[in-house]
């Protein structure tokens, strides 16, 4: 079975403080795909990255960076000068595939972030 | 702009009438939706995956009679919310997963649509 796990439920930070949000994801597939999503007080889901299994390069997006490792079945997102638009809940999601052609997403919980001015 | 529109993203029902939403994928077709319905402060839970031209598959748990899933064209797939009731309340989301090109495996997500049912 896959399963992610967030297990920071609310963090806080004062502006322009870094912070991490941790991501433990597990699967016996070898072939599997992670992504973090954004989800801002209105609801949507915002992308913001996908990693395949076999590309353990860490990633830099402006201030957002991710660290994929294998090893620790991790893959931790930190932002960097964190900015009160930032605050949202950011889930963490393992893609796998179930068969048939067909891919599952399975999301961890979650964790709210609140950036405090 | 948008990738997956939803529509609508909020419904006010009476309870035991049925609700309708739509998931549109605008710039690529999307041969598989899924269907998921966030409770507040909650993680999404997958409901069902939608393929075009086939029958929904729904997670355990998932009543296949009360939540009618329609995927009739590689662009639009619909949930309709039968005789809802004040415990169907909640926000459902749909993705669309785009395979083609560059984009394979990404998916893409709608705005989600917020249901109260009174």
């Known amino acids: 079975a896959q399963k992610v796990t967030q297990a920071q439920t609310e963090i806080s930070v004062v502006e322009k403080e870094d912070v991490t949000l941790d991501c433990v994801y597990e699967?016996?597939?070898?072939?599997?795909?992670l992504f973090w999503y954004k989800q801002p007080p209105s609801g949507e889901l915002v992308f913001l990255i996908r990693?395949?299994?076999?590309?353990?390069q860490n990633e830099i997006s402006g201030r957002y960076s991710w660290n994929f490792q294998k090893s620790t079945s991790s893959f931790n997102f930190t932002i960097t000068a964190s900015q009160v638009v930032d605050s949202a809940v950011y889930f963490c999601?393992?893609?796998?595939?179930?068969?048939?052609?067909?891919?599952?997403?399975?999301f961890g919980k979650g964790t709210k972030l609140s950036v405090i001015p | 702009g948008a990738v997956v529109s939803q529509h609508p993203s909020r419904v006010i029902c009476k309870s035991g009438t049925s609700v309708k939403i739509e998931c549109r994928s605008l710039?690529?077709?999307?041969?598989?939706m899924f269907w998921y319905r966030q409770f507040p402060k909650q993680s999404l839970m997958l409901m069902a995956t939608?393929?075009?031209?086939?029958?929904?598959?729904?997670e355990q748990g998932v009543e296949k009679d009360k939540f009618l899933i329609n995927h009739a064209s590689l662009t639009l797939s619909t949930l309709t919310v039968t005789s809802a009731h004040p415990e169907d309340s909640s926000f459902y989301i749909c993705?669309?997963?785009?395979?083609?090109?560059?984009?394979?495996?990404?998916?893409?997500f709608g705005s989600g649509t917020q249901l109260s049912v009174l």
């Open positions: 939608s393929n075009e031209g086939s029958k929904a598959t729904y």
């Open positions: 999601a393992l893609s796998t595939y179930s068969g048939a052609g067909s891919y599952q997403l399975t």
């Open positions: 710039d690529f077709q999307a041969t598989t």
């Open positions: 990693r395949n299994s076999f590309d353990e």
């Open positions: 993705s669309a997963r785009d395979n083609t090109g560059a984009r394979h495996e990404k998916l893409f």
């Open positions: 699967t016996r597939d070898t072939t599997y795909y």
